[in-house]
């Protein structure tokens, strides 16, 4: 398969299916498809028609099983640093600070890494056969796309010391009592069932929908300077002293401010 088509994206009127595309290899993430990832962020933030994403895995198999093991284990230890877990980690924060709502169709095992992507959704709809694992440390290696920061915020640090400290799959049930998903879908539905959650999202206020999303994750403590920072920026620029400001600016002449 061409390294192209490791990301499928698709738009569904006002909604864009993300597909991991490498159902062969049960959707494994390699560098390129962390590339490619980025990219979709960047269109799908780009893109003013839409008003929420569904992130899922292609085939029937899993959603995504992590990182390739082959591609990451020949990789010399700063390599692992620079070209994998920091790479990773951007283009996680990247996803999970989108603009756009994501509701993730989780139909099939999501494993390591796939389940740390599964974390940077907003909503998480899962196959009743979908499985959860953090199987790291039966691997001597650890959790390195946030499976030990986002996940803690998400379910709690009781709920992934019991996952990340056994490496023991949890099942779909399991994962909707702890929180970490929060639909089980009717089986093989898992993406209508994500699809139905995301249309009714665009049916809502799309700014509003935004502007709360980066509130929560601000009392989540993600991004929380940012989102001060921008809704500050868009509040006075609202204002007709910023008018004012901009016009003396081009006129080159002393502003005068109202405080309006």
């Known amino acids: 398969m061409a390294e192209a088509d490791l990301i499928r994206i698709e738009t569904r009127g006002e909604i864009a299916i993300v597909t991991l595309d490498r159902p062969a290899k049960l959707n494994a993430l390699t560098p390129a498809m962390l590339d490619q990832l ?6 799908l933030e780009a893109d003013t028609g839409l008003r929420a994403v569904v992130l899922t895995g292609a085939g029937e198999r899993a959603f995504c099983v992590g990182a390739d093991i082959n591609e990451w284990a020949a990789l010399a230890p700063l390599d692992m640093w620079r070209r994998w877990v920091t790479r990773g980690h951007r283009v996680f924060d990247r996803w999970a600070g989108l603009r756009l709502p994501v509701v993730a169709a989780i139909n099939g095992p999501a494993m390591g890494g796939g389940l740390e992507l599964a974390a940077v959704a907003d909503i998480r709809v899962a196959d009743p056969g979908a499985t959860f694992a953090l199987p790291e440390a039966s691997i001597a ?9 986002r996940l803690v915020s998400l379910i709690g640090p009781a709920h992934v010391k019991a996952m990340a400290l056994t490496a023991r799959r949890i099942d779909a049930q399991r994962a909707l009592a702890i929180g970490l998903v929060d639909e089980i879908a009717e089986a093989g539905q898992s993406l209508a069932a994500a699809i139905a959650v995301a249309r009714q999202i665009a049916t809502l206020a799309p700014v509003s929908v935004q502007l709360t999303k980066q509130l929560i994750n601000a009392a989540a403590g993600h991004g929380t300077g940012a989102t001060l920072e921008a809704m500050a920026g868009a509040l006075s620029a609202t204002t007709s002293d910023a008018q004012e400001g901009m016009a003396s600016f081009r006129e080159r002449r002393k502003a005068y401010y109202k405080g309006q």
């Open 38 to 43: 980025e990219a979709a962020a960047d269109a």
């Open 141 to 149: 290696t650890c959790p390195g796309w946030s499976g030990t920061q």
